[in-house]
């Protein structure tokens, strides 16, 4: 048997049955699906953290709110003031969003801040200007594009003076950062800043998502980590209530979650791609006891145990790779949504898809191995007899 | 030409050894049509299905065409059945979801020949046997006699010099048995050597050589009686 004939006899066993077919694909569409919707918020959340970290340098602490605890701009001056240093604090707020030009759209990670952010380091202008204090105080529709987002929305034009739409509002470019770099940490290339006092009407919100602290050194950052996680366990009676960290204990926080997020992913995956493998296996005995005679009239004609071996096994490969291509459409599709959905980026990983495709074809091969040897050791007067 | 010398064929049932084929020596000159006739149970079915290597004997020798293929594997079985030996069941075993074509295309499926020759094949088969006009009709929508008839049509579709055939009319009226028989009889003056599984005295009578088999052994071969006269 040629290889041709092998596949179009196992597809059209596939589709001999569709509904079944589908039914069967089920577990692999959405394991699939679940790996790159998965992969793709996985390294959106890492993407923000960590690209702060890499960029912002090694005299820089965070301190952000867990979830119900209020802090609002205010909160600017009370760490100013706490500290028996003079420190720069710049507050954050950021959401994920639909930005749109009249000829292209997509999603980018917004950040509302002050002008101050600018001096935090890092980031560098390449056109045009920073958000400046006047077009704070005074809550400008203005917006400052990360490289990445000046590249998708303006294709290598100049943006600065155009006019952009951010989660429905109209804001005039004033300014494009030149590129951060490459690598996991590249976000702020992904982000489009915009004064913190059009960010609040914007996100609907007051609450900051963060406050970015510099201090003149490394020493004086730790210093200044514990000097707060002071104040606000004080002042709140709880130590979580507000999240004080220095760059290397996020880092280390950001690795734990990393390692833990990979762990429960790749869990996740095993487990629907195996149920996914069962249902195909089951599916695949089902189709080898229907087919008995079938086996039987071909291999008293002439297959070889090795034709009816790949005749079984191409279709339950078949059967997953098509389960893992309408995984990857509705994986693609899912993540596309989830910007709007839950707010927050979803960064879409090539090899998420390679090893969605990898996964799904193994499983064929390993769920239809079993049904394909019995399939191939049956033994042919016995499969003529069969009457089922 | 089919020679068989000494076929014993066991079968194991609950640790008992039940002796099916007890020493069967035969020859079928290539050429003949050829019947085997013997009571139910005695074992015909069994003899074809070791004649086309579906089954394996026990012990016994088996010269196939001047071949010893007494020794083969499965696989080796599979080719030769594929290029030597034309097959035809009392049950048709047309795949109910082949179109007649496809059916009898199939046993070229497995000769690695091209789809579109297939089917020029499988179509000059089905004109040779009366179907030409049947070609995309599933066995279902078929007489029993016409199902036959694909049956055959692939059997010799890859031209094979040998057909084996299982009670090919077992499942049919008199007068298309007869149409069968009369198919057959063709092809074994064409040159086959054609060989049948019966318990029809009638199809019997039009073979030039019976072989009557009871209780696993052979009690009349006329082939040999002629030579001996
Ligand atoms: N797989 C098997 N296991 C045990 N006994 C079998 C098997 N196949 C056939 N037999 C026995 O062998 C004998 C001959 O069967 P068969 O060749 O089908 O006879 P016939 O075709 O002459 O009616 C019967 O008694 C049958 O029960
Ligand atoms: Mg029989």
């Known amino acids: 048997m040629t290889w041709s004939d092998g596949f179009s006899l196992a597809f059209h066993g596939m589709i001999s049955n569709k509904l079944r077919a589908v039914l069967t694909m089920l577990g692999v569409i959405i394991g699939v699906a679940a790996v790159i919707v998965l992969v793709a918020i996985g390294q959106g959340a890492a993407s923000i953290v960590s690209s702060r970290i890499e960029t912002l340098g090694t005299n820089v602490i965070f301190v952000s709110p867990a979830a119900g605890t209020p802090f609002p701009m205010s909160e600017t001056g009370i760490i100013a003031h706490a500290l028996p240093f003079s420190v720069q604090v710049v507050p954050e707020m950021n959401t994920g969003g639909k930005v749109s030009t009249l000829s292209t759209e997509g999603t980018a990670q917004i950040a509302g801040t002050t002008s101050s952010y600018l001096r935090l380091g890092g980031i560098s202008v390449a056109a045009g200007h920073f958000i400046t204090p006047q077009e704070v105080s005074s809550a400008q529709h203005v917006a400052v594009l990360g490289a990445n987002q000046a590249l998708n929305l303006f294709g290598g034009q100049n943006p600065v003076g155009s006019s952009i739409m951010i989660m429905g509002q109209q804001f005039q470019v004033i300014g494009a950062l030149n590129a951060v770099g490459q690598g996991p940490g590249a976000s702020q290339d992904n982000e489009i800043f915009i004064p913190i006092t059009s960010a609040q009407p914007l996100f609907g919100t007051t609450q900051l998502s963060q406050m970015i602290v510099k201090t003149s050194s490394p020493s004086q950052a730790n210093l200044a980590a514990d000097y707060l996680t002071n104040l606000y366990t004080n002042e709140l009676g709880s130590s979580s209530a507000v999240n004080v960290a220095s760059e290397d204990q996020v880092l280390q926080t950001l690795q734990a979650t990393r390692a833990t997020f990979t762990n429960l992913l790749a869990g996740t995956a095993a487990i629907a791609l195996v149920v996914g493998g069962i249902g195909i296996m089951n599916i695949m005995l089902v189709s080898v006891t229907e087919r008995t005679r079938e086996i039987g009239i071909r291999r008293a004609l002439g297959a070889t145990r090795e034709d009816i071996l790949l005749q079984f096994l191409l279709e339950s490969m078949i059967m997953s790779l098509s389960g893992g291509l309408i995984g990857v459409v509705a994986g693609l599709g899912i993540m596309n949504l989830i910007p709007l959905i839950l707010k927050t980026p979803a960064v879409f990983s090539p090899s998420a898809l390679i090893l969605a495709f990898v996964f799904s074809t193994a499983v064929g091969l390993i769920f239809g191995l079993y049904p394909a040897i019995k399939a191939s050791g049956l033994d042919p007067i016995h499969a003529l007899r069969y009457d089922g | ?229």
């Open chain 2, 1 to 229: 030409m089919i020679q068989i010398t000494n076929v014993i064929k066991d079968y194991t049932l609950a640790s008992q050894v039940y002796r099916v084929l007890n020493g069967i020596t035969f020859t079928i000159p290539e050429g003949m049509l050829a019947a085997i006739v013997g009571p139910s149970g005695s074992g015909k079915t069994t003899l074809l299905n070791i004649l086309g290597g579906l089954d394996s004997p026990t012990a016994g020798e088996y010269l196939l065409n001047g071949r010893d293929v007494s020794h083969f594997d499965p696989d080796e079985w599979a080719h030769e059945r594929n290029h030597t030996i034309g097959f035809v069941f009392q049950s048709f075993q047309l795949i109910p979801s082949l179109s007649a074509r496809d059916n009898v295309a199939l046993p070229l499926v497995y000769r690695g020949v091209p789809a579109r020759i297939r089917r020029i094949q499988a179509d000059e088969g089905l004109e040779r046997v009366g179907l030409g006009h049947r070609k995309h009709h599933r066995p279902a929508q078929l007489s029993g006699g016409q199902q036959q008839r694909v049956a055959i049509a692939r059997a010799l579709v890859g031209d094979p010099p040998v057909l084996l055939a299982d009670e090919p009319t077992g499942n049919l009226d008199h007068a298309t048995g007869l149409e069968i028989l009369e198919i057959l009889r063709q092809l074994s003056e064409q040159g086959k050597t054609v060989v049948i599984v019966t318990h029809s005295a009638e199809v019997a009578q039009v073979c030039r050589q019976v072989i009557e088999v009871q209780d696993g052994h052979i009690v009349t071969n006329t082939l040999e009686m002629e030579q001996k006269v």
